[in-house]
């Protein structure tokens, strides 16, 4: 048989006269398959098909670290791999080519190890200063009362510290230790404040129940100022006991609540009913008042006194009246009896001798004085003194002026 003249397909092998198979390469020859006594055309078209197949797995590798989607080693791995199977394959076609193309993802390789390498290490520094701020966090809440938030945080400074990368041992070790310690602390403080809480909440219970059972007591008492008292003390020991445990509480205070609410509501009753036998009696006072204010200006004194007793029996007699009338009627009383108080101490003062005789001795002593300082006067005129007569004159206007007031007090006192 004799050999077969290479077309476009068979330019990197060819097919001797006893059915061997050869691919050419840089290295030279060398065989890759038997075909004996079959068309070399089908041989050939295997062989080539064979090469297409490792292109396509050389391209896809290609793809694949182009995407970065592999690790440095396993890539290198992927490359190792393909390329044994490139340089021993039993394929004809451009072997030389594949084998250039493996070799020239060393260097894309080894770029994308260097990347990773600063990208972990960038990542390893963030990771660093996260979780130092984890730690310092941590014991800032350690430090802290913050009960109900603080587990919460703590949570999620866990997770988070999780998903963060390790660090150098010794320097991961000592964060760790340090939020670790904090988280430690701030249960045991946290642990000891409930049951704390607890314990008062209990101590509570004890009291309200106590102040239930009084409320109770009181509820249909019918003495309204005492009992009023004794439960606004009630309210003020309530609010210092406080809270019971949560459904406890709930409990308690819609009971004694209630007990409140009874009282205060059978309260309001009477006082609704005192409202309106308050508002009858402040319609009769304000019928006295009319007749009381009707004496003034007072003109006779006794008649006016004799009224006003008269007034007083049937304004106490009347009873009491609504609270905020109260201000107001007793103001426009007192208001009459002021009057009639004053024109009593105008009575005294006109018909007490003492006062008449004190008056008209002022009178006559600044008579006298007047007449002597008109004769000085006239007499300083005489001489023509002139700045005698002013001085003596303005005396002599002062006293004028004492002596006619006193004439009115005296004239008042008739």
């Known amino acids: 048989m004799s050999e077969i003249p290479s077309n476009p397909a068979e330019a990197w092998g060819r097919i001797d006269d006893q059915g061997t198979v050869y691919v050419r390469t840089r290295e030279g020859e060398r065989v890759v398959g038997q075909w ?59 072997l030389d080519a594949l084998i250039d193309r493996l070799d020239a993802l060393g260097p894309i390789i080894e770029t994308q190890r260097e ?74 403080r946290r642990k000891a404040h409930f049951a704390e809480q607890n314990e008062k909440r209990g101590q509570a219970q004890k009291v309200k129940e106590r102040l239930v059972v009084e409320a109770e007591a009181l509820a249909d008492s019918t003495d309204w100022g005492p009992t009023a008292g004794r439960f606004r003390d009630l309210m003020a020991q309530w609010k210092a006991a406080g809270p019971a445990p949560r459904g406890i509480d709930d409990r308690l205070w819609k009971k004694f609540r209630g007990a409140q609410d009874r009282f205060f509501g059978a309260r309001d009753e009477a006082n609704a009913a005192l409202d309106a036998e308050y508002a009858a009696n402040a319609e009769v006072k304000l019928q006295i008042l009319a007749e009381a204010e009707a004496l003034v200006p007072i003109k006779d004194l006794d008649a006016a006194r004799a009224a006003w007793r008269d007034i007083t029996d049937r304004w106490e007699a009347a009873g009491k009246v609504p609270r905020n009338q109260i201000k107001e009627l007793e103001g426009r009383l007192r208001a009459v009896e002021k009057a009639i108080s004053a024109a009593a101490d105008d009575e005294w003062r006109r018909s007490n001798p003492e006062t008449r005789a004190r008056v008209d001795d002022t009178v006559s002593k600044l008579e006298k004085a007047v007449a002597d300082l008109e004769a000085q006067v006239a007499a300083a005129r005489d001489v023509g003194n002139d700045r005698k007569v002013k001085e003596l004159q303005e005396s002599l206007e002062a006293r004028q002026a004492w002596l006619d007031q006193a004439r009115k007090s005296a004239q008042d006192l008739t």
């Open 115 to 188: 990347r990773r390498k600063a990208q972990r290490a960038e990542r390893a520094a963030e990771a660093a200063v996260r979780k130092e701020e984890i730690a310092r966090t941590a014991e800032q809440i350690a430090a802290s009362d913050d009960w109900r938030n603080g587990a919460d945080r703590l949570r999620e400074m866990l997770e988070q510290w999780k998903s963060l990368p390790r660090l150098d041992k010794t320097v991961d070790d000592e964060l760790w230790h340090r939020f670790s310690t904090a988280r430690t602390a701030y249960t045991r």
């Open 36 to 94: 004996p006594d079959g068309d070399p055309a089908e041989a050939m078209a295997l062989f080539t098909r064979r090469y297409d197949g490792l292109a396509v797995e050389v391209e896809l590798l290609e793809k694949r670290i182009a995407s970065d989607s592999l690790s440095p080693d396993d890539a290198r791995r992927a490359v190792t791999q393909v390329r044994d199977a490139v340089e021993n394959a039993a394929a004809v076609g451009d």
